[in-house]
């Protein structure tokens, strides 16, 4: 399978750490040049960008907030201004929102849809602006958008939930224009935010099938591979990537 990305431009949002930087990282090593944005991590995503340079390919770490609409807006133009097309989006910032039900303030739904659900949304109408065929909206949800084994998930895994209609329906609107949507369902996953030596590690081990932690490596693989020719023909999907989380 051809995973040539040369000459593709990507954004990557929440690229500078964890599932985001490996996507970043692979992006760039099949040749494409990357956009990332970050929020606190400026160091980080400055060794991203020099990583991801010292392949030859270029890049650009962007400080952006993606609970602000007109900051997601304006990395996509800021992708435009930089690399003249964006042929890539991949929707990857996230928070891990947790805690009992009752004790969820409503600052904290708004927060998290905004970065999970509306983000999304507008950031894929920005960059569907200036995509043309062949161009890819790939989107980070998460296993638990479907299977909820343990309680203090309600909010994450309906922000998480609301991105498979959402990615049917960016399908649907941008297929005649030959633009693909698609959906990863990450499941554990060895990153700062689910650290695989974390205290209720072994619970989530055990709702996988490998019974293992996936890498974030694992993540990026699929993602790339939606990114490239070998995803012309996959929209409209959620690809779970999780050891067969709760099967």
């Not at 989530?204 to 693989?221: F, K, N, P, Q």
């Amino acid at each position: 399978m051809n995973l040539s990305l040369s000459g593709k431009v990507a954004i990557v949002t929440g690229g500078s750490r964890g599932i985001g930087a490996a996507i970043v990282k692979q992006l760039a090593q099949h040749g494409a040049d990357v956009v990332l944005t970050y929020v606190n991590a400026a160091e980080k995503a400055d060794a991203i960008i020099s990583e991801i340079e010292a392949m030859g390919r270029r890049g650009l770490a962007i400080k952006a907030d993606s609970a602000n609409p007109k900051e997601v807006v304006g990395v996509v133009e800021s992708a435009i201004d930089a690399f003249g097309k964006l042929d890539i989006l991949i929707n990857n910032a996230g928070i891990f929102p947790y805690g009992p039900l009752e004790d969820v303030r409503l600052e904290e739904v708004d927060r998290t849809l905004a970065i999970h659900v509306r983000a999304v949304f507008v950031a894929a109408q920005a960059a569907a602006r200036h995509m043309s065929s062949g161009g890819r909206i790939i989107s980070i949800g998460s296993c638990l958008a479907e299977r909820v084994p343990s309680p203090g998930l309600s909010l994450y895994a309906m922000s998480k939930s609301a991105l498979i209609g959402l990615t049917k329906g960016l399908a649907r609107d941008l297929g005649e224009r030959g633009i693909t949507a698609n959906l990863v369902h990450p499941g554990p996953t060895d990153t700062d935010m689910n650290p695989a030596n974390s205290p209720g590690a072994d619970e989530e081990r055990r709702h996988t099938v490998l019974g293992h932690y996936g890498s974030s490596e694992d993540i990026a693989a699929t993602v790339v591979h939606l990114a490239g020719e070998g995803g012309r023909y996959i929209t409209g999907e959620a690809i779970a990537v999780d050891g067969g989380y709760g099967v």
